[in-house]
């Protein structure tokens, strides 16, 4: 899905350019709403997984005592670097991901517009 998600950056980025000065100006607008959404739900979505897995080592602390047998344990798990897995990195379709995906198809449709529009 990153490929995707920079894709779409790319192509809302390309929008931009080929609307500016272009008549009617309504489109440029558009395309740099299409732009900022695009872009703050890439770099939003960027962090996910890490964040699934610092959930993922919260839980497992829930489940153990600081105190006892465990203390070590505990310890080992609250100073372990947070690495994401396999499952952390899934694309999993939430509001931030469809937006980030309705923003892109909005990208290339005014890319494709700007195209159009700078060869007439």
């Known amino acids: ?21 272009v008549k009617p100006q309504i489109a440029f607008y558009f395309a740099f709403i299409a732009m900022a959404l695009n872009f703050a739900t890439f770099c939003l979505l960027y962090d996910e997984p890490f964040k699934r897995a610092r959930y993922r080592t919260e839980r497992q602390l829930l489940q153990i005592s600081a105190h006892g047998m465990h203390a070590e344990e505990y ?25 980030n995906i309705l923003t892109g198809v909005v990208g290339l449709g005014l890319m494709c517009w700007g195209v159009i529009a700078r060869m007439t």
């Open 1 to 21: 899905m990153r490929i995707l998600g920079w894709l779409f950056m790319l192509a809302c980025g390309l929008a931009l350019g080929l609307l500016f000065g």
């Open 75 to 99: 310890q080992r798990l609250q100073s372990r670097k947070v690495v994401a897995t396999a499952e952390d990195r899934r694309f999993r379709l939430t509001l931030l991901s469809g937006m």
